[in-house]
């Protein structure tokens, strides 16, 4: 079973930038689908971000033009650049693997705090 690890995350002011990392211990090329996912403080878990083995991104309207999202087969990672970070933005962000006819696959998260 691949394994994610988040890394990353931390303290920014309103403006700022951070990038996200996620790590798999094993390939992800044989992931369909690798998200970005965040969940704020009595909040549901929403889908930030995107990519599709293809290549093909998406993302929530909230972030677009401000994050992006690349993965690295050679590396195993998918990374998340935040750019102009505003408060709205604080919350856990998850990395996740997908797979048709699988679970997904979950990192126990890295907190982003954005402060005003």
């Known amino acids: 079973q691949v394994q994610l690890v988040e890394s990353g995350g931390g303290l920014v002011q309103a403006g700022g930038s951070l990038r996200l990392s996620c790590a798999a211990s094993?390939?992800?090329?044989?992931?369909?689908?690798m998200g970005w996912y965040r969940q704020a403080p009595g909040k549901q878990r929403e889908l930030v971000a995107s990519i599709i083995s293809g290549g093909t991104t998406n993302y929530v309207d909230s972030v677009k033009g401000r994050f992006t999202i690349s993965k690295d087969n050679a590396k195993n990672t998918v990374d998340l650049q935040m750019n102009s970070l505003r408060p709205e933005d604080t919350a856990v962000y998850y990395c996740s693997a997908h797979r048709l006819l699988t679970l997904p696959v979950w990192g126990k998260g890295t907190l982003v705090t954005v402060s005003s």
């Open positions: 094993g390939s992800i090329s044989n992931f369909n689908f």
